[in-house]
């Protein structure tokens, strides 16, 4: 194996993942909805759908992260105010243009006021079309929001079955939960490497290959991530005199490649984040073998991560980022995130007392999914990157 | 009696109702009562009061400084100790007002919180504000009572199970904890009971506007009449007393032929009947109203006035089912709507009161009302045939409210109905 040669398998990768990025017609759910009449697809939005529900009714699920910096925006800007944040915008465009008419149904998640008012913008943009607003538990008692959210996933369980004609028996979610296992285990791999070696798995590279598990079948994201997985230790890369950091924020309005780009030149290897947080936001294997839907309940009141939008009842998240900044053994946090975006920016004062308190150094900046200029984040993560490397401090 | 002296006692009543109250705020902690911040949409008032706690209203402390002039100085501290410029203003003003040494609105001291009660109702701020607050009350326990949104245009007996169990195995195992009293059934009952006398002459009161000429204005005089009932008088016997004063008054204008009362007096000729959609701006408030009153203009219906209950479409508070009908009302507050009901409902209220036209006041905190407010603009246009309007300010942020801009604004809108109507 020459490093050569394993370099351009992971090119090859890449730009296949590099692709699907740039689909922002859905091309390739087309395609796959091409080879067979009875085929679905049911577009989420940010953050976390239960997916395994949707592919055991026989369903693609296919993530909707916005248009980013790759769509020309010609009537999303008229169905919203100058203060909302941008992601609502190339989603309606999206809707508008006939992007989205590859999707069967939409499920919208509750993490914000945003995206819960554009679930009913969608019943009426898009009428006749499956719009469901996933209503996620924010009581995580079992008996309480545990078992109102399993209300919630049979409702989408018939609703998608109903679309599909076929019925999610407990069979077949324990089945698509042992592939969506198999896919948390390669995301956890990767992760864990890029924590541990950042140099050998870039951020952008790392991005496009969570973004592309929003379009592909599961098993074909587990089989890319797992070929990356093999090829990248190899590939002859070298670490950079780069400082270690972790960003909050993202996670739902996606910063552009670019701006990925530029935090890596100003001289940060990104070792955790909240990109595609939805990919991982439980981030251990559930039960195979139990009641699939109660293993689905768990996964989310018990074990999904914390994020802006969840609640925060056990009022430890400041700690547990101080925590795992620890852990990761980041140097420093990034708070980075939409212009608008109130979840991210009302949390934000709370993480930034917790880092200040355990004197981790952080910076600030906001951005939106199709910024252009990067100078100044260029100029601000680089100064903070190199006052890290000069005093260990920002 | 006049007309004038009716509502000056009703007008005077709510005052003594509200300094009374910030009274009992200011000697809370010295007369031993415990404290319970919570939240208008989906307030549990008299299960609050069940357990002789006291309520206090963020966002009510927040408008009532935004029409002293005092949020700006807040907003601006908020904004200095690393709160964003582009999040709600009325987070900001409270975070602010507690930094300033949490005076309220009258003046008086607020007691520290016992509880944040999360009733988490139409709006995802509501969750991360008493996130912060906690935070400032250095870790006061907060009870999460979250309430699902209708999505799907309706309640589901899913839904209400799920609030309903939430209210019985957390909420009340938690106030009874922390007011060392046992949970009273039958005081819920007759505190709700009296709730839904209230509620009648409330609807009575707002849906007189139905009437030519409108005896209310059912937006700014609306957010004094929806006072009460929306905070913490809900169930007492002084909320009863007060709308059926107010209900008597108005009974009064209308058999004298009178407009709205302005802050300068009897409206005179109505010109144009209007359905406002949004809340109003506070740190400019009488100056928006003139800018209505002063054309003739009339607001007929408002949907902000639906923000702490939705009486007018038959929701009544039913002692006969105390924690399902509490349930039930926290799902059913306008901002808790689906975009389309939200749609529907205003159409409606076109048609019912025989409207000109639609105007949008699309404030920049709240993205519950506004995120979608284009649309429904649109739609309700091509519904009824009628101009809409659209301004756009903030709540408490005084840095948006352009009154040149908004009165031009308000003045070509008004010279669009005349000329539709011209055409018509
Ligand atoms: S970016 Fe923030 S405000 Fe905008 S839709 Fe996403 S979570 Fe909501
Ligand atoms: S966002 Fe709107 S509903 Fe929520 S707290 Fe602010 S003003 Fe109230």
């Known amino acids: 194996m020459s490093t050569a040669t394993e370099q351009s398998k992971v090119d090859a990768l890449v730009s296949r993942a ?13 395609r796959w909805k091409g080879q067979s009449e009875c085929r679905k697809a049911i577009g989420f939005l940010p953050i976390y759908a239960p997916r395994e529900v949707i592919h055991a009714a026989g369903a693609l699920p296919v993530g909707i992260l916005g248009g980013g910096d790759q769509l020309e925006i010609v009537r999303g800007d008229s169905f919203f105010q100058s203060y909302i ?92 939960i042992a592939l969506y296992n198999q896919n948390r285990r390669a995301i956890q791999e990767l992760l864990q490497l890029r924590t541990e070696q950042p140099w050998l798995v870039p951020t952008t590279e790392y991005y496009l290959l969570l973004r592309a598990g929003y379009l592909l079948p599961v098993d074909q994201h587990t089989a890319l991530i797992d070929e990356y997985l093999q090829a990248v230790p190899h590939a002859g890369r070298r670490p950079l005199d780069n400082i270690r950091v972790l960003i909050r924020g993202a996670f739902c309005e996606q910063p552009p490649l670019a701006l990925l780009r530029t935090l890596e030149r100003a001289g940060c290897y990104v070792v955790d984040d909240d990109f595609v947080l939805g990919s991982r936001f439980i981030p251990r ?56 975006c109130d979840p991210a920016l009302l949390d934000q004062p709370m993480l930034q007392s917790a880092l200040d308190k355990a004197g981790i150094p952080f910076t600030s900046f906001k951005y939106s999914e199709d910024t252009g200029q990067f100078q100044v984040i260029r100029e601000q993560a680089g100064t903070f990157a190199d006052a890290i490397k000069l005093w260990g401090k920002a | 009696m006049t007309a004038q002296a009716i509502k000056d006692q009703s007008q005077e009543r709510q005052k003594q109702m509200l300094s009374d109250y910030f009274d009992s705020l200011a000697h809370a902690k010295e007369n031993g009562r415990k404290v319970v911040y919570t939240f208008v949409p989906g307030n549990l008032t008299e299960l609050i ?6 309520p206090v209203l963020p966002e009510i402390n927040a408008l009532q400084n935004g029409m002293r002039g005092r949020t700006g100085d807040f907003i601006h501290a908020a904004e200095k100790s690393g709160h964003s410029e582009d999040v709600c203003t009325y987070v900001k003003a409270d975070i602010g007002m507690l930094k300033a040494g949490n005076m309220g609105p009258t003046g008086q001291p607020l007691p520290k919180p016992d509880m944040l009660l999360l009733s988490y109702t139409g709006c995802f701020t509501f969750l991360k ?36 169990d939430q209210i019985r195995d ?52 609306g957010v004094y009449y929806i ?66 009153y002063s054309e003739g203009a009339v607001v007929v219906a408002s949907t902000y006035t639906k923000v702490g209950g939705l009486y007018d479409r038959g929701f009544r508070h039913d002692p006969a089912n105390p924690i399902e009908t509490l349930a039930d009302y926290c799902m059913g507050c306008y901002t808790n709507l689906s975009l389309p009901e939200r749609i529907n409902l205003i159409e409606s209220y076109m048609n019912e009161y025989q409207a000109d036209g639609l105007l949008i006041n699309s404030v920049k905190s709240c993205n519950s009302f506004s995120a979608g ?52």
Not at chain 1, 18 to 30: G, I, N
Not at chain 2, 242 to 263: F, N
């Open chain 1, 18 to 30: 590099q692709a699907l990025y740039e689909d922002v017609s859905f091309e390739s759910v087309r």
């Open chain 1, 85 to 176: 944040c941008h992601l609502p915008r190339s989603v309606v465009e999206m809707a508008v243009s006939g992007r989205l008419d590859a999707m069967d149904g939409f499920l919208f998640p509750s993490i914000c006021d945003v995206i819960r008012n554009l679930s009913g913008m969608f019943q009426m943009l898009l009428a006749g079309k499956y719009v469901h607003y996933l209503d996620l538990p924010q009581n995580f008692d079992s008996e309480l929001g545990g078992e109102f959210y399993r209300t919630e996933l049979h409702a989408i369980a018939d609703a998608v079955g109903a679309l599909t004609g076929t019925r999610v028996t407990d069979s077949r979610l324990r089945g698509s």
């Open chain 1, 285 to 340: 294997q559930l039960d195979e073998t139990g009641d699939p839907w109660t293993a689905l309940v768990e996964g989310f009141t018990r074990h999904s991560v914390s994020t802006a939008s969840k609640y925060d009842e056990a009022n430890t998240k400041g700690e547990d980022l101080v925590s795992l900044v620890r852990a990761v053994r980041a140097d420093g946090v990034l708070l980075m995130a939409p212009s608008f």
């Open chain 2, 49 to 54: 009061a069940n357990f002789d706690l006291l």
């Open chain 2, 129 to 164: 504000w008493f996130e912060l607050l906690r935070k400032e009350y250095a870790d006061c326990p907060v009870v999460m009572l979250h309430v699902p949104y209708q999505g799907d245009g309706h309640v589901t007996p899913q839904m209400r199970k799920y609030v309903a």
């Open chain 2, 170 to 221: 957390k909420v009340i195992p938690a106030l009874e904890k922390l007011s060392g009293r046992k949970f009273d059934p039958d005081k819920l009952k007759r505190d709700l009971k009296r709730s839904s006398v209230a509620e009648d002459d409330l609807v009575w009161v707002l849906e007189s506007a139905r009437h030519k000429p409108s005896p209310i204005d059912a937006y700014f005089g």
């Open chain 2, 227 to 292: 006072g009460p009932i929306f905070t913490a008088f809900r169930g007492t016997q002084d909320a009863v007393d007060y709308y059926q004063l107010l209900r008597s008054e108005i009974e009064e204008r209308i058999r004298l032929g009178l407009g709205p009362v302005t802050p300068e007096g009897n409206l005179g000729e109505e010109k144009y009947r209007i359905v406002t959609e949004g809340p109003p701006n506070w740190t400019s408030f009488r100056e928006f109203w003139r800018m209505f």
């Open chain 2, 373 to 424: 407010q284009l649309l429904i603009l649109r739609e309700i246009e091509k519904r009824t045939g009628k101009p809409g309007g659209f301004i756009e300010s903030d709540l408490v942020d005084p840095r948006y409210f352009s009154a040149a801009n908004i009165k031009n604004r308000l003045e070509s809108y008004f010279q669009m109905i005349e000329a539709r109507r011209g055409r018509a």
